[in-house]
C-alpha cells in the first residue's frame, strides 16, 4: 500500500478524483463500454458524493479508491487501476461488514476479477440477471454476504 490505508467519508472536494477512477476504470476494461461521458462520471460522482454513499481509501492524501453504498445495498467498489491487489478493495468492503450485518451487490458477469474477490471475502451468488437492470446492459451476478450468526 506505501503507507497506512485512511478511510474517510467523502466530501464535494472529491469528486474530481471519484469521477477519474471511474472513467479511468471503463478506459482500461475492454469489455466495459462507456455509457458516460468524462464530465458526467464527475457529475455523477458528485451526486453520489451529496448522497452521502461514498467511502475513500487513500495514502497520503491521494485517492486509491471508493465504496459507494446505501445500507446495504453496495453500488460499486473501484479502484484506480494501478492500486488494485494492494487491500484497499478489502479495507473498504471490511468497514462496510463492519457497518451492517449484510451487504447486496451486484458484480457484471464478465468481471472475473472482482466474482474471485467476493467469493474469497465470504460473499455467495444469490442470483442472476441479464443486464436489462442496469445501466451497461451487461449479464450480471448477484452477490450477498451475511455477517455469522446473522
Known amino acids: 500500500m506505501s503507507g497506512p490505508v485512511t478511510l474517510r467519508d467523502a466530501t464535494p472536494l472529491d469528486a474530481g478524483a471519484v469521477g477519474g477512477i471511474l472513467s479511468e476504470v471503463v478506459d482500461v476494461t ?42 446495504e445495498e453496495v453500488h460499486g467498489l473501484y479502484l484506480a487501476p494501478e ?41 455467495r451468488e444469490a442470483g442472476r440477471g441479464d443486464g436489462t437492470e442496469n445501466d451497461e446492459g451487461l449479464p450480471e451476478i448477484r452477490f450477498v454476504w451475511e455477517e455469522a450468526g446473522a
Not at 40 to 55: C, P, V
Not at 95 to 106: F, G
Open 83 to 123: 492500486a488494485t491487489g494492494r487491500g484497499f478493495g478489502r479495507a473498504l468492503l471490511d468497514d462496510a461488514k463492519a457497518c451492517r450485518a449484510r451487504l447486496l451487490l451486484w458484480v457484471h458477469a464478465a468481471n472475473a476479477g472482482a466474482q474471485r474477490f467476493y467469493l474469497r471475502e465470504g460473499f
Open 30 to 71: 475492454p469489455w466495459l463500454p462507456r455509457v458516460r461521458s468524462r464530465a458526467e462520471d464527475l457529475a455523477h460522482a458528485g451526486t453520489l458524493i451529496d448522497a452521502g454513499w461514498i467511502t475513500l481509501a487513500e495514502v497520503a492524501g491521494q485517492v486509491r479508491g471508493f465504496i459507494a453504498r446505501d445500507g
